[in-house]
């Protein structure tokens, strides 16, 4: 890259990482690097979720389980 043109001091634009929208990665942007709440909200309730969704694999015993999906 021959010139890379400077966006203005702390303000420039990153992609949502929820909705891959344009965002303002600014400190009038509280939501950074999200667009908006809804979309932080939404990544936090998915990370939440996926905690919540922890497959619970039984069997104590390891080593001598074998490799096949229960049944
Ligand atoms: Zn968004």
Redesign the pocket.
């Known amino acids: 890259m021959p010139q890379d043109p400077r966006p203005p001091k702390s303000a420039r634009k990153v992609s949502?990482p929820?909705?891959g929208?344009d965002?303002l990665f600014a400190p009038s942007n509280p939501w950074r690097p999200?667009?908006?709440e809804r979309?932080k909200t939404n990544d936090l309730g998915a990370w939440a979720a996926e905690q919540y969704r922890i497959p619970v694999k039984g069997g104590d015993e390891e080593g001598e389980t074998p490799s096949e999906p229960p049944q």
């Open positions: 949502c929820t909705c929208k965002s999200f667009c908006s979309c």
